[in-house]
């Protein structure tokens, strides 16, 4: 069973920027899809960005340009970088992997946008 950690939340103001960080407990070479997923209040968890093994990239589009997302395989840690980060962007992240059809989450780390 992979377990992901994550860090590199808190509060930044609004324009600002952070770097999520989502360490896994084994070699992410063989992990399919890594990705990140966010929660906010009240709201549905939704895809942020997922990159896969090949290294290719999806996004949402109100992240797109903003956003980030990158794999080192030799550190088995996956990032988000967020730029430009808006009140919008408060929530809840959580790392994602994908491995034979299971999917492994991480328990998530606190984005908090606000001035």
């Known amino acids: 069973q992979v377990q992901l950690v994550e860090s590199g939340g808190g509060l930044v103001q609004p324009g600002g920027s952070l770097r999520l960080s989502c360490a896994a407990s084994e070699s992410i070479f063989g992990i399919g899809a890594m990705g990140w997923y966010r929660q906010a209040p009240g709201k549905q968890r939704e895809l942020v960005a997922i990159?896969?093994?090949?290294?290719?990239?999806n996004y949402a589009d109100s992240v797109k340009g903003r956003f980030t997302i990158s794999r080192d395989n030799a550190k088995n840690t996956v990032y988000l970088q967020m730029n430009s980060l808006n009140p919008a962007d408060t929530a809840v992240y959580y790392c994602y992997a994908g491995r034979s059809g299971t999917p492994y989450w991480g328990k998530g780390t606190l984005v908090t946008v606000s001035s």
């Open positions: 990159i896969t093994r090949g290294g290719n990239t």
